[in-house]
């Protein structure tokens, strides 16, 4: 939760209305779930069945959504260095 301000953590905590103990549960147990080959239907159900609330799997989705995000963007930047590093490789031929 190093990503977040502390003003957006008290907004969070206020309403989610838990300690900011339990927040960084919530957190942990959302990075477990994570998985690239999971949905965030099937990521947010694990969620719920944890015994999180509606609003605490919203957050995990919000959460989620940020590392799919730069999941995705990461593989998309190393593949296009990648062929950038191929095309100029192969052009210095």
Do not use: P, W
Not at 3 to 19: P, T, V
Not at 21 to 30: A, M, N, Q, R, S
Not at 72 to 87: G, H, M, Q, S, T
């Amino acid at each position: 939760m190093q990503e977040i301000s502390k003003f957006e953590k008290e907004k969070l905590l206020n309403l989610l209305q838990c300690s900011e103990k339990d927040l960084d549960i919530l957190y942990k147990k959302t990075s477990e779930v994570f998985d690239d080959n999971s949905t965030i239907y099937d990521i947010l159900l694990k969620i719920l069945q944890q015994g999180h609330n509606v609003r605490e799997a919203t957050l995990a989705g919000i959460i989620l959504g940020q590392k799919i995000g730069y999941e995705k963007a990461k593989i998309e930047l190393e593949d296009e260095i990648k062929d950038k590093l191929y095309r100029a490789f192969k052009n210095s031929q």
